[in-house]
């Protein structure tokens, strides 16, 4: 598949890249132009760059950034594999445990809700989450409870989901 948009920061700022990204890449470059004592230097991809700057696409890179730090710190930073094919391999199976995982996580989510939805628990029962004579909804952070409104309660007391 053909990539459509390069988006990069200001140090890959370059007229040569960006004539290789549009000319020979058909694609479009969104890299932030570099100033010089408050001058563009010359290129007319450069200028054209500076002119008609597009944020809101600039920002979907952050997006990018995001999605790459989770899969370094759950799956490290490092490849096994010493071949290149199976490097790839490697990256698109992080992929794709990444991917199940968040799906899980949506999935025990959506049930726990439900369930809750499904009982017409108001109130949760403090002896049951090992918090003796504190008032679950209305309890600080010290007790180790949500402190978001009943609605929003989907999260870890204890180290267990309730």
Same mark, same amino acid.
């Given at each position: 598949r053909?990539t459509?948009?390069?988006?990069?920061?200001?140090?890959?700022?370059?007229?040569t890249l960006? %004539?290789?990204i549009?000319?020979?890449?058909g +694609?479009? $470059? *969104?890299?932030?132009? &570099?100033?010089?004592?408050?001058?563009?230097?010359?290129?007319?991809?450069?200028?054209?760059m500076?002119a008609?700057?597009d944020?809101?696409?600039? %920002?979907?890179?952050?997006?990018?950034e995001? +999605?790459? $730090? *989770?899969?370094?710190? &759950?799956?490290?930073?490092e490849?096994?594999?010493?071949?290149?094919?199976?490097?790839?391999?490697e990256?698109?199976?992080?992929v794709i445990?990444?991917?199940?995982?968040?799906a899980?996580?949506t999935v025990?989510? *959506?049930v726990v809700?439900?369930?809750?939805?499904?009982?017409?628990i108001?109130?949760?029962?403090?002896?049951?989450l090992?918090?003796k004579?504190?008032?679950?909804?209305?309890?600080?952070r010290?007790?180790r409870?949500c402190?978001?409104? *009943?609605?929003?309660r989907?999260?870890?007391?204890?180290?267990?989901?309730?």
């Amino acid at each position: 598949r053909k990539t459509a948009c390069y988006v990069m920061d200001k140090g890959y700022d370059a007229e040569t890249l960006h %004539r290789q990204i549009r000319e020979e890449l058909g +694609a479009d $470059s *969104v890299i932030p132009v &570099r100033t010089w004592q408050g001058r563009i230097r010359s290129g007319t991809y450069r200028q054209e760059m500076y002119a008609n700057f597009d944020d809101e696409r600039y %920002r979907e890179r952050n997006k990018v950034e995001t +999605a790459f $730090s *989770v899969l370094k710190r &759950r799956f490290g930073e490092e490849l096994k594999a010493r071949k290149y094919w199976y490097q790839v391999k490697e990256i698109k199976i992080k992929v794709i445990l990444h991917n199940l995982t968040k799906a899980v996580q949506t999935v025990v989510i *959506v049930v726990v809700w439900k369930e809750f939805n499904r009982a017409g628990i108001s109130q949760i029962n403090a002896d049951i989450l090992g918090v003796k004579g504190v008032d679950p909804l209305n309890a600080t952070r010290s007790h180790r409870v949500c402190p978001y409104p *009943v609605e929003a309660r989907v999260c870890l007391i204890k180290n267990r989901l309730f």
